[in-house]
């Protein structure tokens, strides 16, 4: 496999069969990603997150809108991301602009989750200081005493958010170093690909 030349048209379709491969072959998470923003001192942050959805219009994943990256994310609506597969000696490397997904789109998914994920969003301040972690169990108690039988819905600061990627880039391992390192990129998020190889 890692003898043979990257070939492709289009880039999620070709993400598609790389993420199926992986998803049989790694032993966690195929689908953890490395999120990059950048905070307010202008510094990169970055960050392991799941993606939960992709597609034409870009690559999804769901946070606290007022964790680290969230912030980071409101104050500049453009990320990075990677996801490497070393089972499978691939990666794929993706920037772009950001948004939110649809309120539709996040209520579907939060409904999807396990009721104590639920439950959890509420209780965690994410990224904010915390005593110990006493002080976790009992917000989760709280809110779990607050729902009690009812249905947990999503919390106002719980959001999804869709990189529209304006370059994916395919790496696959190759011998000595000769790795294969296919590129598309566009100009904007509406525009057409241009497809392209760079030197490993």
Same mark, same amino acid.
């Given at each position: 496999?890692?003898?043979?030349?990257?070939?492709?048209?289009?880039?999620?379709?070709?993400?598609?069969?790389?993420?199926?491969?992986?998803?049989? %072959?790694?032993?966690?998470?195929? +689908?953890?990603?490395?999120?990059? !923003? !950048?905070? %307010?001192? %202008?510094?990169?942050? =970055?960050?392991? =997150?799941?993606?939960? /959805?992709?597609?034409?219009?870009?690559? =999804?994943?769901?946070? +606290?809108?007022?964790?680290?990256?969230?912030?980071?994310?409101?104050?500049?609506?453009?990320?990075?991301?990677?996801?490497?597969?070393? %089972?499978?000696?691939?990666? =794929?490397?993706?920037?772009?602009?950001?948004?939110?997904?649809?309120?539709?789109?996040?209520?579907?998914?939060?409904?999807?989750?396990?009721?104590?994920?639920?439950?959890?969003?509420?209780?965690?301040?994410?990224?904010?200081?915390?005593?110990?972690?006493?002080?976790?169990?009992?917000?989760?108690?709280?809110?779990?005493?607050?729902?009690?039988?009812?249905?947990?819905?999503?919390?106002?600061?719980?959001?999804?958010?869709?990189?529209?990627?304006?370059?994916?880039?395919?790496?696959?391992?190759?011998?000595?170093?000769?790795? /294969?390192?296919?590129?598309?990129?566009?100009?904007?998020?509406?525009?057409?690909?241009?497809?392209?190889?760079?030197?490993?």
């Amino acid at each position: 496999m890692q003898n043979q030349q990257i070939l492709a048209d289009d880039p999620f379709d070709l993400f598609r069969q790389w993420l199926e491969e992986a998803d049989t %072959s790694e032993i966690n998470d195929p +689908n953890a990603m490395a999120l990059a !923003t !950048t905070g %307010s001192d %202008s510094l990169p942050d =970055v960050r392991m =997150v799941l993606l939960k /959805d992709y597609g034409p219009e870009g690559f =999804v994943f769901f946070t +606290n809108s007022q964790s680290s990256k969230g912030l980071e994310l409101d104050a500049n609506m453009q990320a990075a991301a990677v996801l490497h597969w070393k %089972s499978l000696r691939r990666q =794929v490397r993706f920037r772009g602009t950001v948004e939110l997904v649809t309120d539709e789109e996040a209520d579907g998914y939060f409904a999807s989750r396990a009721r104590q994920s639920r439950i959890g969003a509420w209780a965690s301040r994410q990224s904010r200081p915390l005593a110990d972690r006493d002080e976790l169990e009992a917000a989760v108690e709280r809110e779990t005493a607050r729902f009690g039988d009812d249905d947990v819905p999503r919390p106002p600061h719980w959001n999804g958010y869709r990189i529209r990627p304006t370059y994916l880039e395919f790496w696959q391992d190759r011998p000595y170093r000769l790795h /294969d390192r296919l590129v598309f990129s566009r100009e904007k998020p509406e525009g057409a690909w241009e497809k392209g190889r760079l030197y490993p």
